[in-house]
């Protein structure tokens, strides 16, 4: 979906984040503009050092920028307090790592259920949404089990649905097949894409894989901070 008559639900415009390492200044995003649009399945590419994280990071309101903007569903994050940011955090984006950084101690259902606690959702409530996230994912039967106890596209399963918990508009997914085998790979992919496909998130996934890039509906490709390429699979 790339309506260029629909209103973008994200718009980077003119982004800069540099970061002053002793006398030298690191330009992670050299002045990045571009738009997403409602349901897309979105790729970001680009070679190790290209500028991917810092600029997802900015996008899910955990930095904030040097210079530049960012406007999601018309609000300028860069404008909003901290509580505001905190808010825009908690409950519009979901964040899904390479290293799915699950909490080890705690089973599926409790790592799920985590940030609906932090919502302040009433047990029953956030327990059965947690057991119907997990469902969503094909893993109803390995509820109780703890992260060492699952594969790695388990695990990152079990961070998609962590991801959804508290019901976000948009998916940021940093390397999400980063350490998975290809078929553990190809299935947290063709999740990603329901997401935005069936249940019309919006989905920005990182990736430098081919196979992945190939998925989406559009991606842009970052060198040195800057966008090198936009294209369509
Ligand atoms: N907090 C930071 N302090 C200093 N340099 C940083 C910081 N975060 C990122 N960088 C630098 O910014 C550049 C882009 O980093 P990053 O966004 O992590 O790239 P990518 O995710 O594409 O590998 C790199 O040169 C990296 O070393
Ligand atoms: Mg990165």
Do not use: C, W
Request: charged share 25%.
């Amino acid at each position: 979906m790339n309506a260029s008559n629909t209103t973008p639900l994200i718009h980077v415009e003119s982004l800069h984040r540099h970061f002053r390492m002793g006398e030298e200044i690191v330009r992670a995003l050299d002045g990045v503009t571009f738009s997403v649009y409602p349901g897309e399945f979105f790729g970001i590419m680009g070679a190790s050092g290209s500028g991917k994280s810092t600029l997802l990071y900015l996008i899910g309101g955990l930095d904030r920028p040097t210079s530049g903007r960012v406007i999601v569903e018309g609000r300028d994050l860069t404008a909003l307090e901290e509580n505001d940011l905190a808010a825009y955090r908690r409950h519009t984006v979901g964040f899904v790592y390479q290293m799915f950084h699950l909490i080890p101690t705690m089973t599926a259902l409790q790592n799920v259920e985590l940030p609906m606690m932090i919502a302040r959702v009433p047990p029953k409530q956030r327990r059965a949404r947690a057991e119907d996230l997990l469902r969503q994912m094909g893993l109803g039967d390995r509820l109780h089990h703890k992260p060492i106890e699952l594969s790695g596209g388990q695990r990152q399963r079990v961070a998609i649905a962590r991801a959804l918990s508290n019901d976000p508009t948009i998916i940021l997914a940093d390397e999400p097949t980063g350490n998975l085998d290809s078929h553990a790979g190809a299935e947290v992919v063709r999740l990603l894409k329901s997401l935005a496909h069936e249940q019309g998130r919006t989905v920005l996934i990182v990736s430098h894989d081919p196979q992945v890039i190939a998925q989406t509906d559009r991606y842009i490709r970052l060198r040195d901070g800057r966008i090198v390429e936009e294209g369509t699979p």
